[in-house]
Each structure stands twice: as C-alpha cells, then as structure tokens.
Nanobody
Framework: VQLQASGGGLVQAGGALKLSCVVS????????MAWFRQAPGREREFVAG????????YYQDSVQDRFTISRDNAKNTGYLQMDSLKPEDTAVYYC?????????????????WGQGTLVTVSS
C-alpha cells in the first residue's frame, strides 16, 4: 500500500490550497482517511478525518470552517481543501489511512502514511 500526497506550496495568508492523496494497493475494509500535520519542533497533529462513505467528517478546532476534507473512492483519492490559510497553518501535511473502520485522532492508530507535502503560509 502506498499513499502519495501532493498539492503543497507557498501561499500568502488568506489564500487557499487543495491537497490530494492517492492510495494505491489494497487496504482491507472500508478504510477511513485522515490528514495530519507537523510543524518544526512540534508533534504531528490531527487536522481532519473522513469515513469511507464520506458521511462522517472530523476536524481540529483550529481548522473548522476553513478546511474541508473529502474523498473520491472511485479514484482512490482523498482531498483537503484549505481556505483562509494562516501562517500558523505552515507545516508538512501527511495523509494517512487505517485498516480498521472509524476515524481516529491519534497518529499511532494509522498504519499507512504518505510522504508529506509542505505547506508554507506567508504573512
């Protein structure tokens, strides 16, 4: 199983970016997906998660109403639309998937990870 994240870049505060995560290989069951981020000197933190059917979505409080997680299972791809970006959103963003059902907020609960894509928001 491989996850390939893309879409990061440099953007001014108030701008937007859309991250993508393509999953290749077979993950058992109807797997949930999530996005995490890690800023320099900080621990990896949960940003958003989505169930297999896309019905259940979860967000970190600081990104609620600014970020939108989605997925297209026919394309084996997950997305994170990030609007109204702030300098404090600057981090490496990772997509993740887990075999068991149910979104979790702990990085240790995810078996599969993408390589990370850097998002830099300038003030």
């Amino acid at each position: 199983v491989q996850l390939q994240a893309s879409g990061g870049g440099l953007v001014q505060a108030g701008g937007a970016l859309k991250l993508s995560c393509v999953v290749s290989g077979q993950i058992a069951n109807e797997y949930p997906m999530a996005w995490f981020r890690q800023a320099p000197g900080r621990e990896r933190e949960f940003v958003a998660g989505i169930s297999w059917a896309g019905v259940s979505k979860y967000y970190q409080d600081s990104v609620q109403d600014r970020f939108t997680i989605s997925r297209d299972n026919a394309k084996n791809t997950g997305y994170l639309q990030m609007d109204s970006l702030k300098p404090e959103d600057t981090a490496v963003y990772y997509c993740a998937a887990r075999q068991a059902m149910g979104v979790r907020r702990k990085a240790a609960d995810y078996e599969f990870w993408g390589q990370g894509t850097l998002v830099t928001v300038s003030s």
